[in-house]
């Protein structure tokens, strides 16, 4: 399998996203960092270019529709193109539906979702421009089945954006361009923060789980694959009954 050299990053300022800028530069690669808050995404360069073949930073607020096919074409022509996009800025507010929090809803919804089908739709340009590409999609384990209460706005955009990558996976098969949905579990995040689970792996452990199932390139990869494989085929498979008592 070819090394993607060139990887753009999207939501890299911090957590998994900026983890796995981390892992991609010291394996010596070309990345395009992109997210709000700039300051972080210029801390993360400095301490990332001494190993990275190259790294470019931009502001990317991915809500911001207009704006998402401007930075990546900026990043990919200051790479020389993009092997590898990662879609990965990602929302996590939330409350339960009818409760008068409808805007932490809705924000979580258009930058999961709408935010994600726009980064989507930009990185496929550049790909069907260069008949070649790797499009990773960070979905989550939570859009496997619906989950209730606070999470399920993130849970319904990230099963949206779970589907979104199993069509272009049909449309692009046997291509050059390649699509791979990771399904992260309980990784140690700002947004996982406050839960209390024993199946919550730290950040690092996450990150390189993760890393591992983009360069492998598959269609769908829960990550860590143990427990949450079964977890997920639990979830998708068995009738309401019993996974709602597990949700």
């Known amino acids: 399998m070819t090394t993607r050299q060139r990887i753009l990053i999207t939501g890299a300022s911090s957590g998994l996203g900026a983890g796995m800028a981390r892992r991609f530069a010291d394996q010596g690669r070309a990345l395009g960092l992109a997210a709000r808050r700039v300051e972080k995404l210029d801390e993360l360069a400095d301490q990332i270019r001494p190993a990275a073949a190259r790294v470019e930073v931009e502001a990317l607020d991915v809500t911001d529709l207009a704006s998402v096919p401007t930075v990546f074409g900026q990043l990919a022509d200051r790479l020389g193109g993009l092997d590898r996009v990662i879609v990965n800025a990602g929302l996590g507010k939330g409350a339960p539906l009818g409760t008068g929090n409808a805007a932490a809803n809705i924000e979580t919804v258009q ?137």
Not at 167 to 180: D, K, M, R
Request: proline fraction near 6%.
């Open 111 to 247: 930058t999961n979702l709408v935010g994600a089908l726009a980064q989507a739709e930009a990185a496929l340009e550049i790909f069907r421009a260069q008949n070649a590409g790797h499009l990773v999609l960070i979905s989550s384990i939570s859009g496997v089945r619906g989950m209730p209460r606070a999470q399920a706005a993130y849970s319904a955009s990230k099963a949206g954006l779970t589907a979104l990558g199993q069509g272009l996976q049909a449309e692009f098969a046997n291509s050059p361009i390649t699509v791979t949905v990771v399904a992260p579990g309980y990784i140690e995040t700002d947004i996982n923060r406050g839960v209390k689970t024993s199946l919550m792996v730290d950040t690092d452990k996450g990150v390189d789980a993760m890393v591992t199932a983009i360069e492998a390139e598959k269609d769908w990869a829960p990550v860590p694959g143990w427990p949450w494989t079964p977890i997920a085929a639990a979830l998708k498979y068995l009738p309401a009954s019993v996974t709602r008592r597990m949700i």
